[in-house]
Structure formats: structure tokens, C-alpha cells
């Protein structure tokens, strides 16, 4: 070889992802996509208000229309709390609910058109209760409480709870005052994160 032989590098092989043709074309099927004899289609009812006390919840109707197999509310299942870092959840909304896409029913029925429209059927009465809809006057402590009974709800052992506070922390480094009155300039400024702050996969 002498100085002025090209270098050939050695091919790459291409790599093909096995899914890959079907997902750009359209052509998988998924998990949802499937259709089985005997499968049945569901739907929910979700609360729709931000904060309330549920003071009717008749599910008759539902139960009657043809096709619907089941319905199912908070007296259907056990009472049991979940939640990965607060136990502050429940499959279905019971005798309160929280946010507007709180499940209050789920209907199972031979076709998703016949459990949508025994979702519709099923009535629903609400008292309304306060809402907070900041952040800052939600943390005072005259503030009205998601959870009336929050100190009973399980949690992760180094979360420090307190009120509508499901976990709060303090760092201090240096003088905080110190640096502020030795600065040229102080800007200040709150900001809002959504749902998905910190979680860049989520969207």
C-alpha cells in the first residue's frame, strides 16, 4: 500500500427494523386491533366537573338497554387506594370526585355504539364543592382539601406530606438575603409547568 491508495472502509450492514414496514405503512395491528368471538367493547363515564359530591349515580337504564353485559360503579370493587408515590386513587370515583376525568362507571356491551349510549344513559347528580384552581392559594391553610382524609392514605416512606401538599422539600445553600442585597439586579418571576414538565417522553 502506498501513501496514495484510497482507504476503504469496510460496509456497514443496513439494519432493518423487523415492525418497521408495517408501522410506516399502516399495516400493523396492534393489541387494539384485535377482534375475538365473544369480545365485548367498553366505555366510561367520566365525572366531567372539577369537584363534587355525588349525590345520585342510577345506573338502571344502562342496565337494561339490550347488549349491555355489565356495569360496574365504586360498589362493584374493593375500596382500595393506589398510586406509585400516594396511595390517593381508586378505579372508580366513590361518593367524591376530584377531576373532571375521574371515572364514575364503565360499561361493558357487544358494541362500543350500544356501551356509549348506556354511558349516556346513566344519571348522574352532583353537589359541586370548591374548587382551587391556583396552585399558591391551594397550599394556604385555610385552603379547601382535595382529599379530606389524606393523612390516612399509604405513601412512599421519604415523602413529607401536608394537606393538598402530596410532597414537599427544602434546600438552603449560602445566604440567600446575602446574595439578593449584593446583586445589581433581583428578578423574579413564577413559573407554570404543565403535566408533563420533566417528563420529556410524555408528549
Known amino acids: ?6 482507504i476503504i472502509e469496510p460496509a456497514t450492514p443496513r439494519f432493518v427494523r423487523a415492525d418497521g414496514p408495517d408501522k410506516v405503512t399502516g399495516s400493523g395491528r396492534y393489541t387494539a386491533d384485535l377482534t375475538l368471538t365473544g369480545m365485548l367493547a367498553a366505555k366510561f363515564r367520566y365525572a366531567e366537573v372539577a369537584h363534587a359530591r355525588i349525590v345520585e349515580l342510577d345506573v338502571s ?8 353485559r355489565s356495569v360496574l360503579t365504586a360498589d362493584d370493587v374493593p375500596d382500595i387506594r393506589f398510586g406509585p408515590f400516594v396511595q390517593d386513587r381508586t378505579l372508580f370515583a366513590r361518593d367524591v370526585v376530584r377531576f373532571e376525568g375521574e371515572i364514575v362507571a364503565a360499561v361493558a356491551a357487544t358494541t362500543a355504539e350500544i356501551a356509549q349510549r348506556a354511558v349516556d344513559a346513566i344519571v348522574v347528580r352532583y353537589e359541586p364543592l370548591p374548587v382551587v384552581g391556583d396552585v399558591e392559594a391551594a397550599l394556604a391553610d385555610d385552603a379547601p382539601l382535595v382529599h379530606a382524609d389524606w393523612q390516612a392514605y399509604g405513601a412512599a ?3 413529607v406530606r ?6 414537599f422539600s427544602s434546600i438552603s445553600k449560602g445566604d440567600v ?23 420529556p417522553i410524555e408528549p
Open 61 to 68: 337504564a344502562a342496565l337494561r338497554m339490550p347488549g349491555v
Open 177 to 199: 438575603d446575602a446574595g439578593f442585597a449584593a446583586a445589581d439586579r433581583v428578578i423574579s418571576s413564577r413559573y407554570m409547568a404543565d403535566g408533563s414538565h420533566a417528563v
Open 1 to 6: 500500500m502506498t501513501i496514495t491508495d484510497p
Open 162 to 167: 401536608l394537606r393538598n401538599d402530596a410532597s
Open 157 to 159: 416512606e421519604p415523602l
